[in-house]
């Protein structure tokens, strides 16, 4: 049984810095595919950021350049190191995880979009 778990989120002051984590247990194999997604409170859920099986990353346009997406296989933790934050960036922070290898920076996206990922209980980051 699969789980999640985001830890980090916090109720800071714009242009500060907050790292978010996805701790994955439950399975044995230490490869997957791991993302960030976050949905702001009336909006729909928003991918927000992958991370390839050979590091690859790729961002939403409204992150780029302040994310930074990391991953700890043998730890089956990821991150995601946010600066510069702003309030746009309020959101629940969920991490998504399929055992799928590899993965390019579109797996999960996929896996996601047919409704078959897991997912953490979320983070709550808010910026004012």
């Known amino acids: 049984h699969v789980q999640l778990v985001e830890s980090g989120g916090d109720s800071v002051q714009a242009g500060r810095s907050l790292r978010l984590t996805c701790v994955a247990s439950?399975?044995?194999?230490?490869?997957?595919?791991m993302d960030w997604y976050r949905q702001a409170a009336g909006k729909q859920r928003e991918w927000v950021s992958s991370i390839s099986t050979d590091g690859s990353t790729s961002y939403a346009d409204s992150v780029k350049g302040r994310f930074t997406i990391s991953k700890d296989n043998a730890r089956k933790t990821m991150y995601l190191r946010m600066s510069n934050l702003k309030p746009e960036d309020t959101a629940m922070y969920y991490c998504a995880a399929a055992l799928v290898h590899p993965c390019t920076i579109n797996t999960l996206r996929t896996v996601v979009a047919a409704g078959n990922a897991y997912w953490g209980q979320g983070t709550q980051v808010t910026v004012s």
């Open positions: 439950g399975y044995r194999y230490r490869r997957f595919c």
